[in-house]
């Protein structure tokens, strides 16, 4: 069994920052891809960012704000988002694919955290 927790958000004032991490757990081999993606209200889920074997992606939206790293020892990834905007009000969601312990690869999410960002 592979579980992800989310923790790290809140209510923040625009400009503010706010850390939100992601660890899995479990019987767990190896990971590959992490990754964050969000949800606003109305809106499709949309991917915020992205790292896997080093390199890192970022949404449009998001570069210049949001940084993601990960710490390989903790199964562990991170999102760090600095300027915060209104507009990145959201439930962001952890996704991480993991290949288990019997081999399965599987392709695994968080239960969401909210962000909000207003004055």
């Known amino acids: 069994q592979v579980q992800l927790a989310e923790s790290g958000g809140g209510l923040v004032q625009p400009g503010g920052s706010l850390r939100l991490s992601c660890a899995a757990s479990g019987s767990i081999f190896s990971i590959n891809a992490m990754g964050w993606y969000r949800q606003a209200p109305g809106k499709e889920r949309e991917l915020v960012a992205i790292?896997?074997?080093?390199?890192?992606n970022y949404a449009d939206s998001v570069k210049g704000r949001f940084t993601i790293s990960r710490d390989n020892a903790k199964n562990t990834v991170y999102l760090q988002m600095n300027s915060l905007k209104p507009e990145d009000t959201a439930v962001y969601y952890c996704?991480?694919?993991?290949?288990?312990?019997?081999?399965?690869?599987?392709?695994?999410w968080g239960q969401g955290t909210q962000v909000t960002v207003s004055s």
């Open positions: 996704n991480a694919v993991i290949v288990a312990m019997t081999m399965r690869v599987d392709d695994y």
């Open positions: 790292t896997d074997s080093g390199s890192r």
